[in-house]
């Protein structure tokens, strides 16, 4: 069966780094994008970007473009987003998710937190 | 890129109808038959209800359903039930290759 399985909760002081993983499995990880979701505390989802299983092509959302980075391991089908330069309104629930344009699996979701 | 809209609340009755609408523009809704639907419960991941603006993945009810006017988008659910009481967000692919997420509506069966 297709399982997304993320790394454990961080917690980060503001204008450090984070760097979360997303390791799939049950399916052929080259056939399918990921997609990352953050979702502030009582917030909506947010579209984070996304990444080729394929080629490791990437599409990053506008207000995150310079901060955060996609990548891929396809010896290990697993998936990694950092996010740099971290703020405190970067708090939220990180979810990656498989598929590029139709998400229909979703890892557990890793929570970040950014506080001094 | 602004979030597409969608009303904040909407509420139901068990076995009665609703619909949940998302409105964004041409260069999104309007413009690409790539609208999906999540549902999310409290504490929990999103799952994928409709894709591609009126298809249903394997294994989802036939009491949700989706379509599209102009730039407008819908998710109806039919025969309410309690297990319904969710989250719901709609997403679209955007003319710059990226995506866009609803701001997401409460549902609440009453």
């Known amino acids: 069966q297709v399982q997304l399985v993320q790394s454990g909760a961080e917690v980060k002081k503001p204008g450090a780094s984070v760097k979360v993983s997303c390791k799939a499995s049950g399916y052929t990880f080259i056939n399918y994008g990921i997609t990352w979701v953050r979702q502030a505390p009582g917030q909506g989802l947010e579209w984070m970007g996304s990444?080729?299983?394929?080629?490791?092509?990437?599409n990053y959302a506008q207000n995150l473009q310079g901060r955060v980075t996609m990548t891929t391991d396809t010896s290990a089908s697993t998936a990694y987003m950092e996010l740099r330069s971290l703020r405190s309104d970067d708090t939220a629930v990180y979810y990656c998710?498989?598929?590029?344009?139709?998400?229909?699996?979703w890892g557990q979701g890793t929570l970040v937190t950014v506080s001094s | 890129q602004s979030a597409l809209t969608q009303p904040a609340s909407v509420s139901g009755s068990p076995g009665q109808s609703i619909t949940i609408s998302c409105t964004g523009t041409?260069?999104?809704?309007?413009?690409?038959?790539?609208v999906s639907w999540y549902q999310q419960h409290p504490g929990k991941a999103p799952k994928l209800m409709i894709y591609d603006v009126s298809n249903r993945p394997s294994g989802v009810s036939d009491r949700f359903s989706g379509s599209k006017s102009g730039n407008t988008a819908s998710l109806t659910i039919s025969g309410l039930q309690a297990e319904d009481e969710a989250d719901y967000y709609c997403?679209?692919?955007?003319?710059?290759?990226?995506?866009?997420f609803g701001g997401g509506t409460k549902l609440t069966v009453l």
């Open positions: 997403n679209s692919y955007t003319s710059n290759t990226a995506q866009v």
């Open positions: 998710a498989r598929g590029s344009y139709n998400h229909d699996y």
């Open positions: 990444i080729s299983g394929y080629n490791g092509d990437t």
């Open positions: 041409s260069g999104d809704v309007g413009g690409y038959n790539y």
